[in-house]
């Protein structure tokens, strides 16, 4: 799960990670008086959308007067902002969050998230503050310094030393960062996240040092242990399509393209995407609708999936294992039945019963085009765009 | 021969009691597994027969403990049921009780939670299989986790995959076929998982009955790459794979909770790559996953021949090169 920089870095506080004073607005007057409250000669307005990118798109800009802060919060409340996170439609900004303005001396990267390989938490840094750290992973994989921690006994303090010591801190802002890193893990570890980013880490002249960005993740199958992360979704944010089928528990992603698919499982579900690209198409979803395949389930998928205008046919591609092909045929041509779906539906069912099935789909009187192969499913799926 | 597991396997089921525990249970009984005991805390004692639905063939005595289980029964291979809030407790519990072999069918089990379990399997040397993952099957001889036993076949094929029911449709490709199966494996969609692909191939290829494996992995990760590395160096048979998700789009889960390209990593094009370049017979559509390893199976046994009667004289190398020329037939043969 994604929140809002604002909301990053509000749980940064609570673990004692310093962040730049700041308040969020939702208008331009209280935009404007946050500001004043702040106090201070500079302030950053910084449009909150979940993505990255969000300066080199126009979305975050630095004012020397409460007029400016006027200014540049009228101009980035109510704009679409477009950038490489957030593919070309763009996405609208509903809320500003108002900082302080920092002195900056030096800008660092730290994050912390986990090597898959090693199965350990990773907490890394680079002297690379400000720019796209896979960029830096890439070219010079050598300025990423990282430190794996051991799950016994967590991130010790001789590693946060190492990795201060490896950005080139000395006196006052070393001890600050030392103490920025130690908690910094912690935060991510109590709360579960997946990802906790801080591009850039910045270093004042003062030796301070502060978060000037927070992105931070979550793992979605730790949320039950945060209720407080929970509240902090923004359906906003999100494709209103998802937020429906994820009512109806079905895991659901719209794509881009012409043919929509319903499939029990996630990796047969990816499977049958490819599938509909060899066949001549473009997959409009992913969508898996879970072991049971209920006549429930796929009306809610049907109804998800025809929502999206662009979807020319529908694939349905069901292994039955424990659940029973004839019993998801049935629900198939209910489903069918009570949606009127318009589009040429070519239905796949393997396993348990699938000739009762096929005989099922073919009796119903509708126009289903059975398919008994995968591949066949494949060749169904091409006329079907043809047509 | 088979890999992990056989008829002899002696199981645990912790959480028998619970819906999910109870149902598969009395499947895996149907199947013909030795399941010899269960564990529900505050159940032990009694010997449970199944729920109001689902009714088992004949009773498994239950335990409070996984360490209980071991004692009374001799149970050495464990199947995890559990909520996923309970998973990685139930995991330590059964690797700490000395069982070997601990198979996780609970999906959504927190990372952090996961990187502890991983640690103490370390340490303890238990193999585990998932979390998130359908389980492991022996065809003919143990069913131990969630697949329809009907559509396996006894056979020589290892089967390695991170996914549920694409799976089970690879395999029904082989059964289709009269391929039957040595071992089938279900490591998981998580990111953080017991048994990767490099151990079950690793597992595959030292087993003598497996003459032929599939490995069906998907985006997200690295494991099919390091896999892929070792099959270069070490493995001689046939080996088709195929990776899902060349259309998902970077930085989305699909599903499951491993199957992400983060920072343009884990993309299905550059495991498909890794794997090519080791020798692996990449198939681009799933559908011909079956015919694949059929055609590299014949084409193999066609060039091997000479090859089995030289390796009793002890001239190895000359296997080899009869293997290699089946596992190129195959290539060329698909590239059309």
């Given amino acids: ?387 | 021969m088979s890999i992990l597991v056989n008829r002899k396997s002696r199981i645990v089921v912790q959480g028998i009691t619970g819906g999910e525990g109870t149902f598969h249970t009395m499947q895996m009984l149907d199947y013909g597994t030795n399941v010899v005991a269960g564990v529900t805390p505050g159940k032990g004692g009694s010997v449970y027969k199944g729920n109001d639905r689902d009714h088992f063939r004949r009773g498994v005595p239950v335990f409070n403990t996984v360490e209980e289980a071991v004692k009374q029964t001799k149970a050495d291979t464990s199947v995890i049921f559990v909520p996923a809030k309970f998973a990685a407790d139930a995991m330590m519990e059964a690797a700490q009780a000395g069982i070997s072999v601990i198979v996780c069918i609970t999906e959504g089990v927190p990372v952090r939670d996961m990187v502890q379990v991983h640690e103490v399997m370390t340490r303890t040397g238990a193999r585990l299989i998932g979390p998130n993952c359908p389980g492991i099957i022996t065809p003919g001889e143990c069913k131990i986790g969630i697949m329809p036993g009907f559509i396996h076949k006894r056979g020589s094929v290892g089967v390695v995959s991170r996914s549920g029911t694409l799976t089970y449709e690879a395999v029904w490709q082989l059964t289709e076929r009269g391929i039957g199966q040595s071992t089938c494996i279900g490591i998981g969609g998580d990111p953080i998982i017991g048994t990767q692909f490099i151990d079950a191939i690793r597992l595959f290829n030292e087993d003598a009955r497996t003459k032929g494996i599939v490995m069906i992995g998907e985006i997200g990760g690295t494991a099919e790459e390091e896999a892929a590395a070792y099959v270069k160096k070490h493995v001689k048979k046939p080996v088709v794979g195929f990776i899902a998700g060349r259309t998902a789009p970077p930085g989305r889960r699909m599903g499951h909770a491993g199957a992400i390209i983060a920072g343009g990593k884990g993309t299905a094009a550059e495991k498909m790559a890794a794997m090519k370049r080791a020798g692996i017979l990449v198939v681009e559509s799933p559908a011909r996953i079956g015919e694949t390893m059929e055609k590299a199976l014949k084409g193999k046994k066609a060039g091997v021949k000479k090859g089995v009667s030289r390796v009793k004289k002890g001239t190895k190398s000359a296997a080899k090169a009869g293997r290699r020329s089946g596992v190129k037939k195959g290539a060329s043969r698909k590239k059309k």
């Avoid at chain 1, 007057?29 to 106090?39: K, L, P």
């Avoid at chain 1, 400000?130 to 070219?139: D, L, M, T, Y």
């Avoid at chain 1, 990423?144 to 802002?173: M, N």
């Avoid at chain 1, 001549?280 to 992913?286: D, H, L, Q, S, W």
């Fill in chain 1, 1 to 387: 799960m994604n929140i809002h920089e604002h909301q990053g870095k509000e749980i940064l506080r609570r673990f004692g990670v310093p962040v730049p004073q700041g308040r969020v607005a939702y208008s331009v007057d209280e935009a404007v008086e946050s500001a004043r409250q702040i106090g201070g000669e500079v302030w950053v307005v910084k449009a909150q959308i979940h993505a990255g990118g969000r300066g080199k798109g126009g979305g975050v800009k630095v004012a020397r007067s409460l007029d400016e802060v006027r200014q540049f919060a009228s101009d980035i409340l109510g704009m679409i902002l477009i950038t490489h996170q957030t593919g070309p439609e763009g996405k609208k900004v509903n809320r500003l969050l108002i900082e302080q303005g920092v002195d900056i001396a030096r800008e660092l990267y730290v994050g912390v998230t986990l090597d898959r390989a090693s199965s350990r938490h990773v907490v890394m840094a680079s002297t690379e503050g400000g720019v796209e750290i896979e960029k830096v992973a890439s070219r010079t994989p050598e300025k990423i310094l990282k430190e794996f921690v051991d799950p016994a006994v967590g991130f010790q303090p001789f590693q946060a030393r190492k990795l201060a010591f490896g950005l080139g801190l000395t006196g006052e802002a070393f001890r600050n960062g030392v103490r920025f890193l130690s908690a910094l893990y912690t935060c991510y570890h109590e709360m579960d996240c997946s990802l906790a980013e801080i591009n850039p880490l910045v270093v004042t002249s003062a030796g301070d040092v502060l978060a000037l960005d927070a992105k931070m993740n979550f793992d979605d199958n730790a949320l039950f242990r945060h209720p407080d992360i929970v509240g902090f979704r923004d359906l906003g944010e999100e494709d209103p399509l998802e937020v429906e089928a994820s009512k109806s528990n079905l895991n659901y992603i719209k794509l881009d393209g012409n043919v929509g698919c319903m499939v029990n499982g996630a990796g047969l579900a990816m499977g049958t995407m490819d599938i509909i690209k060899l066949a001549g198409g473009e997959p409009a979803n992913f969508l898996d609708v879970g072991g049971g395949a209920s006549a429930e389930t796929v009306e809610s998928g049907f109804r998800i999936i025809l929502a999206d205008p662009h979807v020319k046919a529908i694939l349905i591609n069901i292994f039955g294992g424990i659940v029973r092909c004839d019993r998801v045929a049935t629900g198939v041509v209910q489903a069918a039945r009570h949606i009127s779906v318009n589009v040429p539906i070519v239905v796949r069912l393997a396993g348990t019963n699938a000739e009762l099935a096929a005989k099922i789909l073919r009796d119903s009187g509708m126009n289903f085009r059975v398919a008994g192969s995968l591949r066949d499913a494949a060749d169904q799926v091409t006329q079907a765009i043809a047509a």
